[in-house]
């Protein structure tokens, strides 16, 4: 049986994208969000907010998605919370890329505000070795 999904934290750059995200993973999925908008801001503050997901932007100013995955796996509190990309960057050799630098999964932006908590709970399940 999966630990069960809580805390979401979203980062990502956009503050409209993170009002979205945090709205439907809230009213739409039941989660607790707490949103950030740098990468900086995310290795400094995700080891104290103590997610159980991180949905992060990849493209961001200052600290990319890619480089802010790389600081908060080193953080060893956060060593185990799987790491989602959020992105318009999805042709296939993109994807590999992010999965292979320790991505659970990739979800393709804009997102579907409706469909996006039921396909993070399945990337959660998936990676729990449940689907």
């Known amino acids: 049986m999966a630990p069960t999904l809580q805390h979401i934290l979203c980062v990502d750059d956009e503050p409209d994208i993170l009002e979205v995200a945090q709205l439907s993973l809230e009213a739409v999925g039941g989660f607790q969000v707490t949103c950030l908008g740098s990468g900086v801001e995310a290795v400094a503050k995700a080891a104290s907010i103590k997610p159980d997901l991180i949905l992060l932007d990849v493209m961001m100013p200052g600290l990319d998605g890619p480089s802010t995955l790389q600081d908060l796996k080193k953080i060893p509190e956060l060593a185990h919370v ?16 992010y999965l292979e630098i320790g991505a659970i999964a990739v979800t393709a932006k804009p997102f579907d505000a409706m469909a996006l908590a039921s396909d993070i709970t399945k990337t959660w399940e998936r990676f729990h070795g449940q689907s």
């Open 82 to 97: 799987p790491i989602v990309f959020m992105t318009a960057r999805v042709q296939p050799a993109e994807v590999k890329k």
